[in-house]
């Protein structure tokens, strides 16, 4: 074995001092996480102190499917901080792309697409974070058996126990630590589902359980007739369809029996006012955030190729980085330095899954019992809705999260009323029972913190540090 040497003669006192400084400092921290994942550095990005792993964790070897992953230290003390896992949604969209890059990552693509800039306002400023391309099919994950492509929540979910399982063993010190499990719009189903079946393991395990400390989700898909007969209220409250069209819709369209797009109850005048609802809203609307400009694509393409675009299109928010996003992820020195892509898949990097056979029927199942039971385990559920998108509209979450109060019997514990950032009003709250909170964010859109990074990082703070959102404009604690 060897020794700490000065001088020719072991000092016993700088050996202890070395060792007190090594223990609180990232060296162990990083010594039990696998060197291999280790991201080095990415194309264009900006120099950091903090550690970025990615690469597969195997679900099922047998059939060759694996999942990708990408892990991001928290950018001060990443040892004290806890785990938070994000999901996006779709079903079959990735978490990488879409959380990772172009919502609460450390990172965004810069407008020429081949590099990144740094996003100030990245969730890992609170939090060590997880993105995962789920299930098999999205982004980089993939399967050998081309009939695991044909899924849905309940092997969604038990692959990303699988997933978790092995995780940890690649990751051992977070074993122990806090885990938070976030995610957004059909995550509103990945991410309750996920909690049930972690929290049946815990209940079944004499050994390892998880350390789940909270639940939210974005702009959730909770229960789809209720969030479908939003939309089209939300067109109505907003002025983007007449009041004829809206009184029609609500009052002669019945949503109960809606499955995946289409209802057997609708009348003819229903349905030819929901056409002439989506037509007045039009193609020209980001339906996910209704105050946002759209991106023309053909431009941005043309740009990207030429190398020249340097400036966003549309004043605040990048309306554009989907498609340098795009760009940017299938470059092969990308990919690479991601240790993605190991297998050479056939098709090309994209936010959405092109093989994905995903169930349609699952979208229907009703989300409000699962969120019941992880509350009933006494694990925190916080709601939190962009009130600019029309896609799963704050007026049909807001509607259900009061619905499972009242089947849970809580009371009012913080009355509905504003929450305040930086002097000016965040959003507006509501909780029930202590445990269980609905929040909108103003001025955000289905991706909340996409379109609104500084309030969402608040937010998320506030989640994570156990704190209820400031309802007055004193400075709060430091996010």
């Known amino acids: ?15 202890l001092l ?21 991201v080095v550095s990415l194309p264009g990005q900006p120099k950091v102190a903090f550690r970025q792993y990615a690469g597969y964790v195997d679900v099922d070897v047998k059939n060759g499917r694996s999942l990708f992953y990408y892990f991001v230290e928290a950018e001060v003390e990443p040892h004290e901080k806890p785990l938070t896992l994000w999901l996006n949604g779709g ?16 990172f965004y693509p810069r407008g020429d697409g081949r590099g990144l800039r740094r996003n100030s306002m990245s969730w890992n400023k609170a939090s060590n974070l997880l993105f995962v391309e789920s299930p098999a099919g999205v ?36 074993k122990s630590r806090e885990l938070f499990l976030t995610g957004e719009s059909y995550a509103g189903h990945y991410i309750p589902q996920l909690a049930d079946v972690l929290l049946h393991h815990n209940a079944h395990s004499k050994g390892f359980k998880f350390n789940i400390k909270g639940v939210a989700i974005g702009n959730p898909l909770l229960r789809l007739d209720q969030d479908v007969s939003a939309t089209y209220e ?13 009184l029609t819709i609500m009052s002669d369209c019945d949503f109960d029996d809606y499955v995946s797009g289409t209802s057997h109850n609708m009348t003819n005048s229903c349905i030819e006012a929901i056409t002439e609802a989506n037509k007045i809203v039009g193609d020209y609307i980001n339906n996910y955030d209704v105050i946002l400009d759209v991106c023309y694509p053909a431009i941005v393409e043309q740009e990207l190729r030429l190398r020249k675009m340097a ?14 996003r795009f760009f940017y992820l299938n470059l092969p020195e990308v990919q690479k330095a991601l240790h993605a892509n190991r297998t050479n898949l056939p098709y090309g990097w994209s936010m959405c899954s092109r093989v994905l056979n995903y169930s349609d029927a699952d979208s229907n199942i009703n989300i409000l019992p699962v969120l019941k039971r992880i509350i009933q385990n006494g694990i925190p559920v916080w709601v939190f809705s962009g009130d600019q998108d029309s ?65 969402a990082l608040h937010l998320f703070s506030s989640f994570v540090h156990g704190r209820r959102l400031p309802n007055n404009t004193r400075p709060a604690i430091q996010d």
């Open 234 to 246: 939300f067109f109505w409250s907003h002025g983007m369809i007449s009041d004829e069209i809206g």
């Open 139 to 174: 982004g980089w994950s993939y399967s050998n058996t081309t009939s695991d492509y044909n899924c849905g929540d309940a092997s969604t979910a038990r692959d990303m126990h699988v997933f978790m399982m092995n995780w940890y063993e690649k990751f051992p010190e977070f």
């Open 1 to 15: 074995m060897g020794r700490w040497c000065f001088g020719g003669f072991l000092n016993i006192s700088l050996v």
């Open 18 to 38: 070395l060792l007190l400084l090594v223990s609180r400092s990232n060296v162990a921290y990083v010594a039990a996480f696998p060197a291999e994942d280790l």
């Open 91 to 106: 079903p079959g969209c990735s978490s990488v792309g879409g959380g990772a890059f172009t919502e609460l990552g450390p």
């Open 391 to 455: 896609v799963v509209p704050l007026l049909g979450s807001r509607t259900l999260i009061r619905e499972l109060a009242r089947d849970l019997n809580f009371e009012v514990t913080v009355p509905y009323g504003a929450w305040f950032h930086k002097q000016q009003v965040g959003g507006w709250a509501t909780e029930y029972g202590n445990i269980l909170t609905f929040v909108t964010v103003r001025g955000a859109a289905h991706m909340v913190p996409y379109a609104q990074p500084s309030r």
């Open 311 to 324: 400036t966003k299109m549309s004043v605040g928010v990048d309306v554009c980085m989907t498609y340098e």
